[in-house]
């Protein structure tokens, strides 16, 4: 196995076992990056020179001794909705192409405190606006598992990464399933976790009640040690709580007996494929065999999760996105004979179809007269799926589902049907509306493409979802499988 196969708790070993250094790991990462990124586009930015830098003064902590973390000297990708001081953040638009940010967001700026090594920024949609990465402004991202498929979205750069070796770990963020989903795609582990556990200052806002930060990795240990670096309450983000952060590896039990796992009736109906339903099936058989109670929850506002995300995302988006004026940020029309003309012309030439669409969908939901009909009541809604989960969760403590209804489809064939393409969120969707953690693991393979499990927790029972999802993952090989690239 070369080492950039490996995870990031077993590079530790030997890079604090001075088998490997911090120098060598991140050489043998860009060297593959150079191998397969013609294949797989999954970066926008190469920071080459200055991962070199950290490595070395990574190796110099590791050899001193000083302040050594499980991430210090391991490279890591994040997506390009992230602020990183001096280095380009484009949130993939050809709005933001030219934003150099003047400061670091606060998970970057941990990931610094904590020595890892960042080796580049990730492709996604657009703003984080789809689920393919197809709405990228700059490039699309090919699955490494079949590079005429989609890697899913909107962090498809970042799990694409991770799942063709070209990182160790990847940050990505989930505002209806852009972490799950794409890990799902990309047969890796991805954790959205609760809104509130992880500072969203500096994460370039889609949608801010439901916008998270969260990993992206080749196992379930690997999601736990890096949210140990992500979590917490951060002064610079006003929805970010202050509530203890436990040592998420001590949740990494291989016991699930008696643990009540309900799975959610709706979505293992209508709409999923067969192999993917019977691959989910094949693990909920293997958890009981475990000694887990499985139960039947039926969570009915479901049908309603899809058509409340798209009032309520696009109502925030078409706000957040106003910023975007050719003033204050980014690109500026240079066909500008007075202002209100280069208002217009930035915002045309600067946003893609789908961005447009979003602004034009919450600014009419926002508007006078349609307020009532469609975001107030799509905010009662969201109330609504709250309640479920909350009565699911007090007859089970995870829930179960599939995390996407199929497995990763083909370039270009979802994207002149808007709707097509946001139903592959449908199993996501609902745990942003409610704020709750998710972990998405791979649970098997249909046609040589991976299959995502979905576990679902209560509110900052983020370990309760890596337990039942350590417990799943050492009793089964999924994740052991790699692309052919
Ligand atoms: N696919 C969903 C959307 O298009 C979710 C995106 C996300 O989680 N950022 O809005």
């Known amino acids: 196995m070369t080492m950039q196969h490996k995870t990031a708790h077993e590079l530790h070993s030997l890079l604090s076992a001075k088998k490997l250094s911090s120098l060598e790991l991140t050489e043998a990462v860009l060297s593959r990056i150079d191998r397969t ?60 192409a030219n934003y150099l940010p003047p400061y670091d967001a606060t998970v970057v700026e941990k990931l610094r405190a904590a020595g890892a090594v960042i080796i580049g920024k990730t492709n996604l949609d657009e703003f984080a606006m789809g689920s393919s990465t197809e709405n990228s402004g700059l490039h699309p991202t090919c699955n490494p598992w079949d590079t005429k498929k989609v890697p899913g979205g909107s962090s498809g750069g970042s799990a694409a ?37 992880v500072s969203r200052f500096g994460l370039v806002a889609f949608a801010s009640s439901l916008d998270q930060i969260g990993p992206l990795t080749k196992d379930v240990r690997d999601a736990a040690l890096l949210l140990n670096y992500l979590a917490g309450h951060d002064p610079k983000d006003s929805t970010s709580v202050d509530y203890p952060v436990p040592d998420y590896q001590q949740a990494l039990i291989n016991d699930v007996k008696k643990m009540r796992i309900g799975y959610i009736k709706e979505l293992l109906g209508k709409g999923v494929t067969r192999p993917v339903r019977s691959a989910v099936e094949k693990a909920m058989k293997k958890y009981q065999e475990l000694g887990a109670e499985l139960i039947e929850l039926s969570l009915p506002s479901f049908e309603y999760a899809v058509a409340t995300y798209y009032l309520i995302a696009p109502a925030e988006a078409s706000s957040n996105l106003a910023r975007y004026d050719g003033v204050k940020f980014g690109r500026r029309s240079n066909r500008s004979p007075d202002l209100l003309t280069m208002y217009y012309n930035t915002r045309a030439e600067g946003f893609g179809s789908e961005v447009k669409r979003r602004i034009m969908l919450g600014t009419y939901a926002l508007s006078a007269g349609y307020y009532d009909a469609y975001y107030l009541k799509a905010l009662k809604v969201r109330t609504l799926i709250k309640n479920d989960f909350d009565r699911a969760f007090s007859k089970c403590d995870v829930l179960l589902s599939p995390t996407a209804p199929t497995t990763a489809f083909g370039l270009g064939e979802k994207t002149a049907d808007p709707l097509s ?29 991976p299959i995502g499990l979905q576990l679902i927790g209560r509110a900052f029972a983020e370990e309760t979802i890596l337990r039942a999802a350590y417990a799943y993952e050492q009793n089964t090989d999924w994740h052991k499988q790699k692309p052919k690239l």
Request: proline share 6%.
């Open 37 to 96: 990124e013609p294949k797989v586009q999954a970066y926008v930015t190469l920071t080459k020179e200055s991962a070199i830098k950290q490595a070395k003064a990574a190796d110099e902590r590791l050899k001193n001794n000083d302040n050594v973390t499980p991430l210090t000297g391991v490279p890591v990708a994040v997506k390009d909705n992230m602020c990183t001081q001096g280095v380009l953040t484009t949130c993939s638009s050809k709005i933001l």
């Open 161 to 197: 990464a991770v799942a063709a070796d070209e990182c160790i770990l990847a940050l990505g963020s989930d505002t209806g399933g852009s972490i799950r989903q794409p890990a799902a795609f990309c047969g890796v582990v991805g954790l959205k976790p609760t809104y509130g556990r």
């Open 421 to 449: 393409m946001y139903l592959s969120d449908i199993a996501t969707i609902p745990v942003n509306l409610a704020g709750l953690p998710a972990i998405s693991v791979p649970c098997g393979l249909d046609k040589g493409l």
